[in-house]
Nanobody, 129 residues
């Protein structure tokens, strides 16, 4: 059973940067591709970014391309989401998740929540204007 714990959320001003971390325990994170999702109250959870098990392939939702960067350290069993030039519309609860596959072929596959077997508890990011 893989346990995922996010950290790094908080209140930031628009234009600022923030790095989220997702620490994995209870399993080998390099077995899984990993994803980041976000959710605001009253809306469905939406895909943000994903990374293959090796880190060689990454995918992003269009609104975060060029601003967010997903990376991983398989030695530390940690996945990161570097968020730059944050906007108020980035305000959400951010979740990391472990995909049942090691590789992801497309953004469509990366965004499929049913392919993710393990989820963290979330970390809140609030961007003030």
């Amino acid at each position: 059973q893989v346990r995922l714990t996010e950290s790094g959320g908080g209140l930031v001003q628009a234009g600022a940067s923030r790095r989220l971390s997702c620490a994995a325990s209870g399993g080998t994170s390099e077995t899984y591709a990993m994803g980041w999702f976000r959710q605001v109250p009253g809306k469905e959870r939406e895909f943000v970014a994903a990374i293959s098990w090796s880190g060689a392939t990454t995918f992003y939702e269009d609104s975060v391309k060029g601003r967010f960067t997903v990376s991983r350290d398989n030695v530390e069993d940690t996945v990161y989401l570097q968020m730059d030039n944050l906007k108020p519309e980035d305000t959400a609860e951010y979740y990391c998740a472990a995909n049942r596959y090691r590789n992801i072929a497309s953004v469509k596959d990366a965004a499929r929540t049913s392919d993710y077997d393990y989820w963290g508890q979330g970390t809140q990011v609030t961007v003030s204007s």
